[in-house]
């Protein structure tokens, strides 16, 4: 079993940056690939961004395409996500998440491919 935290939101104005964090209890971690999704109010969970278990691969939505990167320490056990240029729009809760079935993450957009998540962190950005 696999537990994810997520730590780094906050409230920030239009342009500004966050960095979000994403730790994982298991020393395994680095066998896993790992996502991020955002859930604004009312809407579904949504794929922002996703990083290979090697680390070599990287996928954005087009939404966060050039102001998002997702990056990995595997020593840290811990994905980050950097978020620059922030917009109203990405107002949302991020989620964190991770599998093991190394498929190719530009095919993991939807999130039941997902097996474990984290609690969320909220994201708030003011105009």
């Known amino acids: 079993q696999v537990q994810l935290v997520e730590s780094g939101g906050g409230l920030v104005q239009a342009g500004g940056s966050l960095r979000l964090s994403c730790t994982a209890s298991?020393?395994?971690?680095?066998?896993?690939?790992v996502g991020w999704f955002g859930q604004a109010p009312g809407k579904e969970r949504e794929f922002v961004a996703a990083?290979?278990?090697?680390?070599?691969?990287?996928y954005y939505a087009d939404s966060v395409k050039g102001r998002f990167t997702i990056l990995r320490r595997n020593a840290e056990k811990t994905v980050y996500l950097q978020m620059n240029s922030l917009k109203p729009e990405d107002t949302a809760v991020y989620y964190c998440?991770?599998?093991?079935?190394?498929?190719?993450?530009?095919?993991?957009?939807?999130?039941?491919?997902?097996?474990?998540w984290g609690q969320g962190t909220q994201v708030t950005v003011s105009s």
């Open positions: 298991v020393s395994t971690f680095s066998n896993y690939n």
């Open positions: 998440a991770a599998d093991p079935s190394r498929l190719s993450i530009a095919t993991m957009t939807p999130r039941g491919l997902w097996d474990y």
């Open positions: 990083i290979s278990w090697t680390g070599g691969s990287t």
